[in-house]
């Protein structure tokens, strides 16, 4: 690596690419996109759980670093962008499948879902240890993605 940023930045993008994957082996082909859904942000929150001492820590860092460097700042952007992608492609899967009734443009909700994602993921890692629970957690997040979508999850 030229210098430590390069470095940094080839780190954040495998720790990303961890959590892809990840969160990824989640999702069941089988379910609906409300369910793929509310599987991709617990499974990132859950990821940030399992992760905080290891790898959430260097997003802890990529977060501060971001208002401090045009690299840094440019590397978090991207990775907030892939993020909001990913959750746009179910939101207009939920859309096609009739099960989502969204209020605002699909982006906007991308982005308000994404913001909110990561938020629980800077908490999650950086928590006192079981200051978060599966069944709390599930339950808040059904809640806001049934706020911002109109979905009717299974109870």
């Not at 959590?19 to 089988?30: A, F, G, M, P, R």
């Not at 207009?92 to 605002?104: P, Q, S, Y």
């Not at 982006?107 to 240890?129: H, K, N, R, T």
């Amino acid at each position: 690596f030229p210098d430590k940023n390069a470095l940094f930045a080839e780190l954040v993008k495998t720790i990303v690419r961890h959590n892809h994957e990840t969160v990824s082996e989640l999702i069941d082909l089988k379910d609906d996109a409300g369910k793929r859904l509310l599987k991709h942000c617990l499974g990132n929150v859950t990821w940030a759980l399992r992760y905080r001492r290891q790898d959430a820590q260097v997003l802890i860092l990529l977060y501060y670093l971001a208002g401090r460097g045009e690299i840094f700042s440019r590397l978090f952007t991207q990775m907030i962008a892939a993020g909001r992608e990913r959750i746009l492609a179910h939101l207009l899967a939920g859309t096609r499948e009739g099960l989502f009734r969204l209020k605002d443009e699909p982006a906007l909700v991308a982005e308000m879902i994404q913001d909110s994602l990561f938020g629980a993921m800077l908490y999650a890692a950086s928590a006192p240890e079981k200051s978060v629970s599966g069944p709390e957690l599930e339950k808040k997040w059904k809640f806001l993605i049934s706020s911002l979508t109109g979905w009717k999850p299974d109870c």
